[in-house]
């Protein structure tokens, strides 16, 4: 007699493996997720501490801050308002002006509405003022 064997697998073990991949894939999620949101914090506040020190060495060589409408750019470039153009790094204050973890330029204020000494800031990864969690604004005024 002849035994009949047949290769491949049934439904039921594919829904089974299916079952069991997606049960996986959503404990990773969950367990990565604040990770990623922890790395974006440490991102911004990284390039924040880099900007800052470039505005407080611009203020030491200019005696104020740039302006609003002169914004981060007058780190990287000089512009015509210098008061002591001498004294302008010929690399700039900072190389570049990084973007924040979802690819958007740093919003910088000057005079500030928020700090002591001038406002920067970004609006979280929605881009819309206000927010909780990931979505969340996060500025200098929060140090």
Not at 13 to 38: C, D, H, K, W, Y
Not at 125 to 131: K, L, M, V, Y
């Amino acid at each position: 007699m002849r035994k009949n064997t047949t290769k491949g697998f049934t439904l039921v073990e594919l829904m089974a493996v299916l079952v069991i991949l997606g049960i996986l894939a959503t404990v990773v999620i969950v367990n990565v997720s604040p990770v990623f949101q922890r790395a974006n914090f440490e991102k911004i506040r990284a390039d924040m501490a880099n900007i800052n020190k470039a505005l407080e060495i611009y203020r030491f060589n200019e005696l104020s801050y740039p302006t609003t409408s002169q914004g981060l750019d007058a780190l990287v470039k000089p512009h015509s308002e210098l008061k002591n153009p001498l004294l302008y790094p010929e690399g700039g204050y900072i190389s570049s002006i990084p973007e924040d973890p979802w690819g958007r330029e740093y919003i910088y204020e000057y005079p500030s509405r928020r700090s002591l000494k001038y406002d920067l800031y970004t609006l979280g990864a929605d881009g819309i003022e206000g927010g909780t969690g990931e979505d969340a604004d996060v500025g200098n005024w929060m140090q």
